[in-house]
């Protein structure tokens, strides 16, 4: 598929205390999941990150902010600046349950559309989702703008949302979009991982 998948690991890690996208759920470090799961369903991986001789290791193409300290919008429009594909689907580096299927049906969903974003009950989900390079302009006016908030460059573009009916048939949307902020989310993913791997056995 003519697509990339944009990784971005840029946060602060506050709450966590170290850097969550090398925290291990199930033994392996999150963003190495994130690689192995996206790499059948896309053209190249670009991981956004100020940090990048803490990446090199990964194998992955490195991009950092071109303008700092705006939070995620900023590293999504680092990254779609940086790509060499129409569509991106963009993922936070504490998703330990990302699944290829739900990242190529959103891709699919993509043809006519700058952004498609999943909707799950009353909630979008921005850092699951596919932005194309058209998005670059508006979001960069929202940065210089001091607008951080992900959606609000929507309303400059094409908007696709995909809802239950489609995210429920590729498992359970809860799982998907869990993210792994805290020691606290970290013990209840490890949970998850192992209850699931207890089902398939």
Same mark, same amino acid.
């Given at each position: 598929m003519d697509a990339a998948a944009i990784i971005l690991s840029g946060g602060r890690n506050s709450r966590? =205390?170290?850097?969550?996208a090398f925290v291990a759920v199930n033994g392996k470090a999150i963003i190495a999941q994130i690689i192995e799961k996206l790499r059948p369903v896309t053209a190249e !991986? !670009?991981?956004? #990150?100020n940090c990048p001789d803490d990446y090199r290791h990964l194998g992955v193409r490195l991009t950092g902010d071109i303008i700092p300290d705006q939070g995620? %919008?900023?590293? !999504?429009? &680092? =990254? $779609?600046?940086a790509s060499h594909c129409r569509n991106n689907i963009v993922v936070a580096c504490d998703m330990p349950f990302v699944e290829a299927p %739900? &990242?190529?049906a959103l891709l699919e969903l993509a043809p006519g559309y700058d952004v498609v974003v999943p909707q799950?009950?009353?909630y979008l989900q921005p $850092?699951? &989702?596919v932005y194309a390079k058209t998005c670059i302009n508006p979001i960069e006016?929202? $940065?210089r703008g001091n607008i951080r908030k992900i959606i609000s460059f929507y309303p400059q573009v094409r908007v696709r949302y995909a809802g239950e009916a489609l995210l429920s048939q590729w498992g359970d949307p809860e799982r998907f979009f869990f993210n792994v902020n805290t020691p606290a989310d970290l013990e209840a993913a490890q949970g998850v991982a192992e209850d699931r791997?207890? =089902? #398939?056995r």
């Open positions: 966590m =205390g170290r850097n969550k !991986i !670009i991981v956004v #990150t995620p %919008l900023s590293g !999504i429009h &680092a =990254g $779609l600046s %739900l &990242a190529r799950w009950r009353d $850092l699951f &989702a006016a929202c $940065l791997d207890a =089902g #398939t």
